[in-house]
């Protein structure tokens, strides 16, 4: 076991409090941080704002997207474009605008499922469960499953490879903190479920080592009667989650951890009110989150520390660079122009450096590096 040095030093000018009471106008802290935010950090006060930057070249730079850009309804999530992966996970975009005619199974690893937009019923091993905009929906490892929209529907899609997911540990907040377990839904063996069940032949598509294989069925293999037990389907709707928050103290983004797995964590960012104590940051500080690279997909209203960032966009931060809030929203931030924030959106931090899949470059704003420039 590797012990790490830990011990805490003090040097030139600083602030007894991290992201509040600043040294003096004009000083820009950032955090250096590792294993995300969880492990030991140092914080920096700087005379420039970190990403003060006024020239970049090379490709390991902050990117950002525009997905809705990205081609248009696969008929198997599998043939949706890959956006993001590594050896533990795979992020991909999907627009499933009509009734799956086959049915589809993951050996690779739990799917999380987002619903950016539309509406529709899910068929799975498990039984029936209507899902809507602003759900995760979360499918365990080789679960049998097979979407019918009511409304087209496009999905994030964010496969825990070879691993699962769980919980996050919300320690001294309690169980019931962000989000009480009593809201998660499963799905039900229902009229609708039982009334799919058929005599015709089906397919199912199988997902592994990322080749697709094919099983043909001459019935309906989603024929379950019953079950029992802990392994299921899993629904959660944005709406359902509490942010944790303080008036004084802007909280890093561990705080709205999700869904977690062995590699990488899966945080929601939703509305709540600002930081009103005067000295508080309020907004995202400075960081150098050095360990993981960072993935946040935009899903519904206005993210308070970006600029020219709309609903169905994505932005990329690798690790190896500062990053924080563009210069305007630091401003008002620092004049407490709003009360509270508006945003929903999903945050993917990997411990794992993620490469960029093939069809991302056609939907890139190329001019986000220079966003942060006055």
Known sequence: MIRRIAFPLLKGTYSRQAHADLPEQGVFEREVSREGFYGPATHLHHKHPPTGWCAWSGEHRPRAYNLLKLPNAQSSPWDAPLLFHNAHCQIRFWQCNGNMQTLVRNADGDDLIFIHQGHGELFCDYGHLSVEQGDYVLIPRSCLWRLEPTKPMTLMMIEASNDYYGLPDKTIVGQHAIFDQAVLDTPE??????????????????????????????????????????????????????????????????????????????????????????????????????????????????????????????????????????????????????????????????????????????????????????
Not at 195 to 211: A, D, G, S, T, V
Not at 320 to 336: D, T, V
């Open 189 to 374: 063996i229902d009229d609708a479920y039982l009334q799919q069940q058929n005599e015709q032949p089906w397919q199912i598509i199988i997902k592994r080592f990322n080749q697709q294989s094919i099983i043909t069925y001459p019935f309906n293999p989603l024929d379950v009667v019953g079950w029992h037990g802990d392994v299921s389907v899993v629904r959660l709707n944005w709406l359902d989650i509490r942010p944790l928050m303080s008036h004084r103290f802007h909280l890093p983004p561990s705080a709205h951890s999700t869904f977690v797995t062995s590699r990488f964590v899966v945080c929601t960012f939703v509305p709540r009110p600002m930081e009103s104590d005067p000295g508080a940051l309020k907004v995202p500080f400075y960081h150098s989150n050095d360990d993981f690279d960072e993935v946040i997909f935009y899903h519904q209203g206005e993210f308070f520390s970006r600029d020219n960032i709309e609903p169905g966009m994505l932005t990329f931060h690798p690790c190896g660079f500062p990053h924080g809030p563009h210069p305007k929203a630091y401003r008002a931030g620092c004049q407490s122009q709003r009360k509270e924030t508006d945003e929903v959106a999903v945050m993917i931090d990997t411990r794992d450096g993620l490469a960029i899949g093939s069809s991302m470059p056609d939907v890139e704003w190329a001019g986000y590096v220079d966003s942060w420039k006055e």
